[in-house]
């Protein structure tokens, strides 16, 4: 309890219980225990973030590595995580931060910003990323509102599983976000994650408005790779703009889960699927594919991501070829 802080999102109920109100959950936390995502945790009647700076990984990443394909591409991101989730996914590919116990560091929000600059022109921001950072709240809101105010750029890598208040508090502060979709049935997300699709798509829905965001979706094979499934998935983006970027990604045996990777054929049929509705679908995961933009009105190509990043018939934003704008941020 040493660097806990008070928690922010909480109300205090009879016999020194509390009540989180950060993620909708809500999260009814007696004097003494946690919450589920094991982070926040009621001492005499106050809920305090047991995981305030935190740090349970570190690295400099490709922006690619969000994954985020139209933003900054090429450059280099911040990307930290601390311990705990809000969810409880039999696939958790970061189960031993998420789930289990992790060692973790101190760090101060201005070591994280020192840490951006010495990345010089190539690091543009942080990420908050390997966990869930929403169960991060606070420490997450006070980086981000400090180096967005020294001009750099925040991402978030999150399940979306947060209530409306906190959402719209962190957003000013947020340039980019990817976002999982795990799957596009509210009985999904009950038997595998331990949540609701309702909130994840509020999520989306508000922040497609106020920031830069894609979609991931990790595809496991007998659970959510119905071609129905994803074509609600992809039409449901494309009613809030089908420019969205979707990333349909391989499933690996991981954690809880031993069904066998998902076949390559199955991700392909689901990206063609999903290119009915959405613009730009990429895949994840699956060796060899290709991962490069095309104008969605020529076929032209924009983008090629092998050994690194180049433009082909990408100009200032547009298709040379036919002039379709083409929404890539910081290319």
């Known amino acids: 309890m040493d660097n806990a802080i008070e928690a922010l999102y909480y109300r205090k109920l009879n016999n020194q219980a509390v009540q989180c109100q950060l993620c909708p959950h809500s999260c009814g936390i007696k004097e003494g225990a946690r919450g589920k995502c094991r982070v926040r945790r009621n001492v005499g009647g106050t809920l305090y973030a047991e995981n305030y700076g935190q740090i349970a990984a570190i690295a400099m990443d490709p922006v690619e590595k969000k994954p ?25 590919q970061n189960y031993q931060i998420a789930h289990e116990a992790a060692g973790t560091k101190q760090a101060s929000p201005h070591y994280i910003l020192s840490l951006c600059r010495q990345g010089d022109e190539e690091c543009i921001g942080a990420a908050y990323t390997y966990n869930e950072p929403n169960v991060w709240y606070e420490y997450v809101l006070e980086t981000a509102e400090l180096i967005s105010k020294e001009s750099y750029k925040n991402v978030l890598v999150s399940n979306g599983y947060i209530s409306e208040e906190p959402l719209r508090e962190l957003l000013p502060y947020i340039d980019a976000m990817n976002i999982d979709v795990k799957g596009f049935s509210e009985k999904y ?6 949540g609701t699709l309702r909130d994840v798509q509020r999520t989306v ?23 129905e499934e994803i074509r609600s998935l992809a039409s449901w983006l494309a009613g809030i703009n089908p420019a969205i970027p979707l990333h349909l990604t391989r499933y690996y045996p991981q954690y809880k889960m031993s069904a066998p990777p998902t076949p390559i054929d199955t991700i392909m049929r689901l990206k063609e699927e999903a290119g009915e509705f959405l613009d730009y679908v990429y895949t994840g995961n699956v060796y060899g594919g290709d991962n ?40």
């Open 205 to 227: 829905e508000i922040s497609a408005e106020k920031a830069h965001v894609e979609i991931t979706t990790l595809i496991v094979p007998g659970y959510n790779d119905s071609v």
């Open 68 to 92: 985020l394909y139209h933003y900054y591409p090429g450059k280099y991101i911040l990307s930290i995580g601390t311990v705990g989730c809000n969810f409880s996914c039999s696939f958790c």
């Open 292 to 331: 490069n933009t095309y104008c969605p009105t020529c076929g032209a190509l924009l983008v090629r991501r092998d050994a690194g990043i180049t433009t082909e018939h990408f100009d200032d934003g547009l298709c040379s070829k036919c002039g379709t704008e083409i929404p890539i941020i910081g290319l």
């Open 189 to 194: 997300y009950e038997d595998i994650c331990g």
